[in-house]
């Protein structure tokens, strides 16, 4: 069955700094891959996503995130953290054949230090 | 506007009530799905559906119910079964064509049982 582990429940990063959040997957087959953000008391928004093609993926609000197959790893970066990048990020990936749903991962909250 | 609706926001309910929340899309979009949101566990499916009048179960969906007698609509029915309502609901759906494997989710409605 396929799943997501995001690692880092909690991560906090200074206002200009790099983020960088991760997340790992098992899948049967190629992955459909997705980050969604969440702001508080909101419904999910779609960042990116990776289905096929160029590994490397650029979102909305300067994220990208790069597919790693070997790695089994899908991490989100953004070059220089703003305030209001501050919120919960959900990696997920879509599913294996007869399983066509979202699974998500347990979510990292991002803090920025001004 | 096209969009996905999701009321009320908060809904307060005393124990032992059933009580529904409402989904409503404007995108003609063909699956819709209901989600159960809690702190540090990310997304749990309860029900989706993916054309009218059908509808299957998630992976949490004991104490729950669902109808889709429209395409427009998706109401989730919260009964006296569920042993721990209290959690943040998100309703979720997907285009038709190629890109069914991609989410919009509405605002959420956050269920407190008193």
């Known amino acids: 069955a396929q799943s997501v582990t995001q690692l880092g429940s909690h991560v906090s990063v200074s206002e200009g700094a790099l983020v960088l959040l991760r997340c790992n997957y098992s899948s049967s087959v190629p992955p459909y891959l997705f980050w969604y953000v969440q702001y508080p008391n909101q419904g999910l928004q779609l960042l990116l996503k990776?289905?096929?093609?160029?590994?490397l993926v650029k979102g909305i609000n300067g994220f990208e995130a790069e597919f790693k197959k070997s790695e089994t790893s899908f991490h989100l970066t953004k070059p220089s953290a703003h305030m209001s990048d501050a919120a919960e990020y959900f990696c997920?990936?879509?599913?294996?054949?007869?399983?066509?749903?979202?699974?998500f991962g347990t979510g990292t909250r991002l803090t920025i230090i001004p | 506007d096209g969009g996905i609706t999701q009321s009320p926001k908060y809904l307060f309910r005393k124990e032992g009530q059933n009580v529904t929340l409402s989904c409503e899309q404007n995108l003609n979009h063909d699956a819709m799905y209901w989600y159960r949101q809690d702190p540090g566990q990310g997304l749990r499916l309860i029900y989706y559906s993916q054309i009218v009048n059908d509808f299957q179960k998630g992976d949490i969906a004991e104490g729950y119910s669902v109808s889709r007698e429209k395409k427009e609509s998706f109401p989730l029915t919260v009964t006296s079964a569920q042993k721990n309502p209290t959690a943040f609901y998100l309703c979720?759906?997907?285009?038709?064509?190629?890109?069914?494997?991609?989410?919009?989710f509405g605002p959420g409605t956050r269920l407190t049982v008193l």
């Open positions: 979720a759906s997907t285009p038709p064509g190629g890109d069914t494997d991609t989410q919009y």
């Open positions: 997920a990936v879509f599913g294996d054949f007869g399983n066509e749903k979202l699974t």
């Open positions: 990776y289905t096929t093609g160029a590994t």
